[in-house]
Nanobody
């Protein structure tokens, strides 16, 4: 099973981007999914999470600007980012808590990361 992210890029301050992360493989179910980010020289930090039942949690710094959602039928999690600020510049990683696959359960999977750069 792999997590493949897309949607990063360069955007001006105040702009928007939508990140996607799709789990590939023969998948029966996926538990909580989330997005983290890591800015240059800083530790990785939580951005948002969403449970299988669509309950969400956000970092205070992105509340009201970012929206996490998921499409269970497509094994995909999204992060809609609006009103972007230069301090949102980072590599964004998706993560999955658990995945039930034809090869058994897998835990703590991470994507390869996608760069988001917000210019001032």
């Amino acid at each position: 099973v792999q997590l493949v992210e897309s949607g990063g890029g360069l955007v001006q301050s105040g702009g928007s981007l939508r990140l996607s992360c799709t789990a590939s493989g023969i998948i029966f179910s996926i538990g909580a999914m989330g997005w983290y980010r890591q800015a240059s020289g800083k530790e990785r930090e939580l951005v948002a999470t969403i449970t299988e039942g669509h309950s969400t949690n956000y970092a205070q710094s992105v509340k009201g600007r970012f929206t996490i959602s998921r499409d269970n039928s497509k094994n995909t999690v999204f992060l809609q980012m609006n009103s972007l600020k230069p301090e949102d510049t980072a590599v964004y990683y998706c993560t999955v808590e658990t995945i039930a696959t034809n090869r058994g359960a897998q835990y703590g999977l991470w994507g390869q990361g996608t760069q988001v750069t917000v210019s001032s």
